[in-house]
């Protein structure tokens, strides 16, 4: 494993001189400032530095934001310089699409931090990602001796040198790639029953039924009724789904679930809604094949209300594992603790933070 430390100390402290220089020139402000995205970090440096824009490729003609104007990038004065603040899913490819267009002088933010210390703050992963390494190194240590490949022990060094710094340099070779999430050649060519946990509008499931298309049952669970009704129409032609209405959890009940956020929806302690939940383990009474789970955080504890299952049937697992740092390791151990021959896996399908999924595989025996 990377040794965290260092990584962060490199970063830190050695930023080359064109960052610098381009840093320097944006705090002068004497070129035109903008700033790439409209977020927590464009609002945090727009209060700081006052800037004379933002830019966003998909926005409607005349957008204001903040009480300023959103441009398109094609649309940007050529002397401008622009500050990247993207941090989903492909940051990089939104820094290219600007150079293409023209813009020659753009910082991401993470290295506009590096330039500023203790002034500007850290990217909320990255500061997450630091203070848990910080605390529980042993617990990362086990996670990386657990991979069974060295593809995998590659996407953790990569993944965690992103995580601890917000260069989306790091990851130059990873594309934002939804589609390919949970399907990987080593999970096993028959998979009979598909558990869809935190089945959004569909996408998933779809892939699954294209991929495997002998499969025998698609169990597709999502609280959301919005998304659900998405998911229905989606797929309209598919056989054999059963629908399920709620949320997954460590046992039956009722939770808070905040419903703003899209693909981001997750149980929340102040979420608006109430949503039923059961447990995989109380609601499905054929053996399942496989189990997938994006659950925004929630994943520990649906994996705990599928034991059952687990123990029984060892089917793969596809679980998330981005959405907190602790989560890569707590899930890790938590299928250790049953006891079982998994395989660990570890793969990333974004420019960024987002969508690392651990696999569990049975081993071949």
């Not at 001796?145 to 993944?159: F, G, H, N, W, Y």
């Not at 089945?199 to 699954?208: I, K, L, P, S, V």
């Not at 949320?247 to 956020?261: A, C, I």
Request: net charge negative.
């Amino acid at each position: 494993m990377i040794n965290f430390r260092a990584a962060i100390e490199e970063f830190d402290r050695n930023p080359p001189e064109q960052i610098r220089s381009l840093a320097a020139r944006f705090v002068a402000g004497t070129s035109p400032r903008f700033l790439l995205g409209r977020n927590s970090e464009a609002a945090i440096l727009d209060d700081m530095f006052k800037v004379d824009g933002f830019i966003d490729d998909f926005c409607p003609p005349d957008t204001v934001w903040r009480g300023k104007p959103v441009l398109r990038g094609a649309d940007l004065p050529a002397d401008a310089i622009v500050v990247n603040c993207v941090s989903n899913s492909k940051p990089r490819t939104a820094h290219e699409r600007l150079v293409t267009n023209g813009t020659r002088a753009v910082l991401g933010y993470a290295d506009f931090c590096r330039t500023q210390p203790g002034r500007i703050p850290l990217l909320p992963f990255v500061e997450q990602t630091r203070n848990d390494l910080a605390e529980n190194a042993a617990h990362w240590e086990a996670l990386y001796a657990a991979l069974c490949e060295p593809v995998s022990r590659q996407v953790c060094d990569d993944i965690l040198r992103y995580r601890l710094t917000g260069d989306y340099g790091v990851l130059a070779g990873y594309d934002y790639r939804p589609w390919d999430q949970y399907f990987e050649d080593f999970i096993g060519t028959r998979l009979d029953v598909f558990v869809d946990a935190g089945g959004y509008d569909g996408d998933t499931a779809e892939q699954f039924s294209k991929r495997y298309p002998d499969y025998q049952r698609i169990y597709l669970f999502e609280p959301d009724s919005a998304n659900l009704a998405k998911a229905r129409q989606r797929l309209a032609h598919t056989r054999d789904i059963e629908y399920v209405g709620q949320g997954v959890s460590d046992s039956p009940g009722t939770l808070n679930f905040s419903t703003e956020k899209g693909s981001a929806s997750a149980v929340s302690a102040d979420g608006g809604v109430a949503i039923p939940v059961t447990t995989i383990d109380t609601y499905i009474k054929e053996p399942v094949s496989l189990i997938k789970m994006d659950l925004e955080g929630w994943e520990l504890n649906s994996l705990k209300g599928a034991q059952r299952h687990i123990r029984e049937d060892r089917p793969v697992l596809a679980i998330s594992a981005y959405h907190h740092p602790s989560d890569f390791w707590r899930i890790r151990e938590f299928v250790h603790s049953l006891g079982l021959d998994y395989d660990l896996y570890m793969r990333h399908y974004s420019e960024s933070w987002t969508e690392t999924v651990l696999y569990f595989v049975p081993r071949r025996k």
